[in-house]
């Protein structure tokens, strides 16, 4: 089983789109998906109304989501820590208690655009293009993890 966790800030619109691309794409029987957020305002909540409906006119259904904070023990829990922007890289390696940890953390589109460094934007304050934009980028990105989860 490899365990993948998809990170944001508030996992309230980008991680829950990647954690549900992703499963889409994936066997549930060899792959576990799950997202957090390095801030816990959202806690609890489900994912922005425009990330349900951007998932759902792909059909995708996200509204078994729930966010919830990051925690130390996510780096023991999964293999792989998608980041969506660097923000977010500083603020999960920040609790990172080893540097195994800290190689399992990896921004997501460097999976689409190696060695890029390239951020999905935040899209919590911009309109609804804004979602279709994320959407397809990380459509993109889980193409890619899903085609190296064929080949471990
Ligand atoms: P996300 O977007 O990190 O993609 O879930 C955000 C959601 C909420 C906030 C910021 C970003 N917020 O500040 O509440």
Redesign the pocket.
């Known amino acids: 089983m490899t365990r993948i966790l998809m990170v944001?800030?508030?996992?309230?619109?980008?991680?829950p789109l990647a954690e549900g691309i992703l499963k889409s794409k994936v066997n549930p029987a060899t792959v576990f998906v799950d997202s957090a957020?390095t801030?816990a305002?959202?806690s609890g909540e489900l994912p922005?109304k425009r990330s349900i409906a951007i998932a759902k006119k792909y059909g995708i259904d996200i509204t078994n989501q729930r966010a919830r904070l990051f925690l130390v023990e996510d780096f023991d829990k999964f293999d792989k820590i998608y980041v969506?922007d660097k923000s977010n890289y500083i603020n999960v390696c920040k609790l990172a208690p080893n540097n195994n940890a800290i190689d399992k953390v990896e921004l997501i589109l460097n999976e689409s655009f190696p060695n890029s460094e390239l951020e999905v934007p935040?899209?919590?304050y911009g309109g609804e293009q804004g979602f279709e934009n994320v959407y397809n980028m990380l459509n993109d990105a889980c193409e890619k993890i899903k085609i190296q989860l064929e080949n471990i």
């Open positions: 944001c800030l508030g996992n309230i619109c980008r991680s957020g801030g305002w959202h922005d969506m935040d899209p919590y």
